[in-house]
């Protein structure tokens, strides 16, 4: 009797845990089934990295956010190579069910890959609509800036050449070669333009840069310039000191202060400085002020905390003029001062002619065309060095400058801080840490293992 009720008791113990573990089962499949539906339904990733390398700008969020139609991005490549654009492509998927992806592979569908005229495997396009605009590279840049093309069209940069101004293609610390790949990459076309050479700014210039001339422009340069703004046109003036000491020597240039002059704007004829802890920090002198406070107009608005250097600035008056509304856009501190004596390199601080600041570095005005959806735009920065090679990759200066161009071509939504460069997180050690290295974790530690394995295997025998 007592055999039989061990028995089923027994039986009852195992037929519960069979049954424990029959649930158990069911729920860890229930579980996973569960997340393989929301995994495939909702796609998240999260970037741990210290600069969010892996996640879109916030530029490329406004342009796909605001996306009033369907795209598709198609990618074009052998099917092994499809999971290395994966990761790029779906977070452009993740911003906005508009988004739609297509991989083709080449192999097995070459009509299709033909029909796209696709050169190179491994090539993305964006289409919206009936525009098809190839990706210049798997990158955000690339592919935001097939985005750019069909949404917006062709964009074109003009910087005026031909009185000495900042060089396009020069590499040197002096030239612009840096500022033109920020642009180009904001899917503008950059080129140059002599305006002595024609009687009006070509009809396809977007935007007019005039970077730090240093001869006078003549009077049809002037009235070129004149007539493009007032009839609904945008440029940007980056206009130097007059300097004339040694081998400085930079031309009043006139025509063109009054230009701006009558539009509000006044360029004063004074070279700003200021000392500050900020500025020795950088390695800089007295005649870079360094800019941490901003206006509120779309162009300076997203560099709150962000820091700008104007190397060589002369300040500005501003105020509205009769077809004109004018806003500053950034001032020095009231630690800086500003002295007229520009033929000379030496300045004295105490000198009682300097003036006191702060002083307004930059403005934006609009133009009353009369036609209230094309109104003339224009930018005036007292300082053209800031964009060089040399200082554009200061701080807020790449953005700053880049922004400016946004606004004046109506890109509002384009204007955001663009996505950092990737960090060098390089270790480096001497030939001292590298044999610490070597000695604790190749051979100091495996062999404390060993150690501790031998005497645990010892012990048990």
Request: glycine letters at 8%.
């Amino acid at each position: 009797m007592a055999e039989e009720k061990s028995r089923n008791t027994i039986a009852a113990r195992q037929a519960r845990y069979g049954a424990t573990a029959t649930l158990y089962t069911i729920i860890v499949i229930a579980v996973l089934v569960m997340v393989n539906w929301l995994a495939n339904r909702y796609n998240k990733s999260y970037d741990t990295t210290s600069n969010k390398r892996f996640t879109l700008s916030e530029e490329t969020k406004k342009v796909v956010k605001g996306l009033k139609s369907d795209a598709t991005i198609t990618y074009i490549d052998k099917s092994s190579n499809f999971e290395q654009a994966r990761g790029t492509l779906d977070r452009y998927a993740n911003l906005s069910p508009k988004i739609h992806l297509q991989y083709i592979d080449a192999q097995k569908q070459p009509v299709v890959a033909r029909s796209y005229g696709v050169r190179f495997l491994g090539t993305a396009y964006v289409e919206i609509g009936q525009r098809r605009e190839e990706a210049k590279s798997l990158t955000e840049e690339g592919i935001t800036g097939a985005f750019l093309k069909d949404l917006k069209g062709v964009r074109k940069v003009c910087f005026v050449t031909g009185s000495k101004e900042h060089q396009l293609d020069d590499t040197q610390e002096n030239g612009l070669s840096r500022y033109k790949t920020l642009l180009e990459r904001d899917n503008y076309q950059v080129d140059s333009v002599s305006l002595a050479e024609q009687t009006a700014v070509p009809k396809d210039c977007t935007v007019l840069v005039v970077a730090g001339p240093q001869l006078d422009y003549t009077p049809n340069e002037v009235t070129a310039i004149k007539n493009y703004v007032e009839n609904g046109g945008r440029a940007m003036f980056l206009i130097d000191p007059p300097l004339d000491f040694g081998r400085e020597h930079i031309a009043q240039n006139e025509g063109l202060m009054k230009l701006i002059e009558g539009w509000g704007v006044t360029p004063d004829s004074d070279l700003v400085l200021e000392q500050n802890a900020m500025a020795q920090l950088f390695g800089f002198g007295p005649e870079i002020p360094l800019v941490s406070k901003y206006e509120s107009q779309p162009i300076v608005n997203d560099l709150k905390g962000a820091v700008t250097g104007f190397p060589i600035s002369r300040s500005l008056e501003v105020k509205n003029g009769d077809k004109t509304t004018v806003d500053k856009l950034f001032s020095t501190t009231d630690r800086s001062i500003a002295t007229t004596r520009l033929n000379t390199n030496e300045v004295n601080p105490d000198d009682p002619s300097n003036k006191k600041g702060p002083f307004v570095l930059g403005a934006a005005g609009t133009y009353n065309t009369g036609k209230p959806s094309n109104p003339g735009r224009f930018v005036v920065i007292g300082s053209s060095g800031f964009v060089d090679n040399a200082m554009v990759g200061f701080q807020g200066n790449r953005d700053l400058a880049v922004n400016a161009v946004n606004w004046l071509s109506s890109d509002e939504d384009l204007i955001s801080i663009r996505p950092k460069e990737p960090e060098d997180r390089r270790l480096n050690a001497t030939q001292h840490q590298m044999n610490a290295f070597f000695y604790t974790d190749l051979i100091g530690i495996p062999l404390v293992i060993i150690l501790w394995g031998v005497s645990i295997w010892a012990k048990r025998r």
